[in-house]
């Protein structure tokens, strides 16, 4: 009998909360959620006009999109992430960039024989891609010691720490693609959100000079514009890796819908709602940090994002039930990898409202 393919998976994390998320629940005055990194504002209005004007779409959308969407994408490259050299093609969009993720070692041809690097603390999706692949999944965060192999992803600023990669730590995983010829894919989702230190793309000049050669950098709409229920996003740089990842999209369908496609283009090449949406986020954090510090916990690394990475010095459950005998839920460390168990991830997706209420009950404001 053939093993089933889901077989390489992990359990689905979130089923493992159901109990401390009832807890939470139970508070008096609700639940404070800040364990998934949902966005809760307003969709923006540039946005949505967009959406409506293109909503008569009768036919099939192209997988690399429109030209005003090709150009959005360089647009953004060009005067967000300062990367020059932007070939043909801008980028590849995505129905939500976790697709992308979790499909882009199948897509780029990763198999049983080959080795996908991964960070030690990380987004459970990079395993997944690996096991989707069948590939053997590695953890290593030091470009120095990682092997030779198939592909590595990074990601920086970090999900779940917030962690910002020094210019030279990202220096060294580009020299080590080039080395191995491998594919070094950096997850940049969280770019635009910058606090105590200034994020760089992969791709930017600095860090990996005049070529794009074995690099690819992964961008979502979700957290910057309040787009995840949109599901888009988008992968750039070299430009023969995009172009198979071109081929192999059309012949899976892959497509993004075309009035999706107009709503991305417009928050592209719109700054406004990012410096607005920025605002609430940096709002939320002064607000949220001094509290979590006030009942014992330690702030790490942090320094972008839209999380808190906390830590009592005890068991990450142990915070957790902390947290939901306040109401509050947060997602626990042990999600992310199995050195950080003594950690909770606490988002700041939820509502000015909900955000100083959790702060009150934590005795603060």
Not at 10 to 15: A, Q, R
Not at 300 to 307: F, I, K, T
């Amino acid at each position: 009998m053939r093993r089933p393919h889901t077989s390489g998976l992990p359990d689905f994390p979130w089923d493992t909360i159901a109990g401390v998320k009832a807890r939470a629940a139970a508070h008096p005055d609700g639940i404070v959620n800040l364990s998934v990194g949902t966005p809760v504002d307003p969709v923006p209005e540039v946005a949505q006009r967009a959406l409506a004007a293109a909503a008569d779409s009768p036919g099939y959308p192209t997988t690399i999109g429109t030209p005003t969407l090709q150009e959005a994408i360089r647009t953004f490259l060009t005067d967000r992430c300062a990367v020059a050299g932007i070939g043909e093609v801008a980028g590849v969009p995505a129905i939500g960039t976790k697709e992308l993720v979790a499909n882009l070692p199948s897509q780029l041809g990763l198999g049983p024989d080959d080795t996908l690097i991964i960070p030690a603390v990380a987004y459970p999706t990079y395993a997944v891609g690996g096991a989707l692949a069948r590939s053997r999944v590695l953890v290593c965060d030091d470009p120095t010691e990682a092997p030779p192999a198939a592909m590595a992803w990074i990601n920086y600023p970090s999900n779940p720490t917030g962690a910002v990669a020094d210019p030279e730590l990202l220096r060294g995983w580009v020299a080590w693609a080039r080395e191995h010829d491998a594919v070094l894919a950096s997850d940049e989702c969280y770019l635009e959100f910058g606090w105590e230190a200034e994020p760089l793309s992969v791709l930017h000049p600095d860090i990996c000079g005049d070529s794009h050669a074995n690099l690819l950098a992964a961008h979502s709409l979700s957290k910057r514009s309040n787009f995840a229920g949109y599901r888009a996003g988008f992968v750039a740089g070299d430009q023969p890796l995009l172009a198979e990842l071109l081929e192999v999209r059309k012949h899976s369908g892959f497509m993004l819908p075309s009035p999706v496609q107009a709503a991305a283009a417009a928050v592209l090449t719109d700054t406004a709602h990012v410096t607005e949406q920025r605002e609430r986020y940096a709002r939320r954090r002064a607000l949220l940090r001094p509290a979590l510090e006030r009942v014992g916990f330690q702030i790490v690394h942090s320094e972008a994002g839209l999380y808190l990475w906390a830590t009592r010095g005890e068991s990450g459950r142990q915070s957790l039930d902390f947290l939901a005998e306040h109401g509050i839920l947060a997602a626990p460390g042990d999600f992310y990898g199995s050195v950080s168990d003594d950690f909770v991830r606490i988002a700041l997706t939820e509502t000015d409202e909900r955000i100083e209420q959790a702060a009150v009950r934590l005795g603060g404001a």
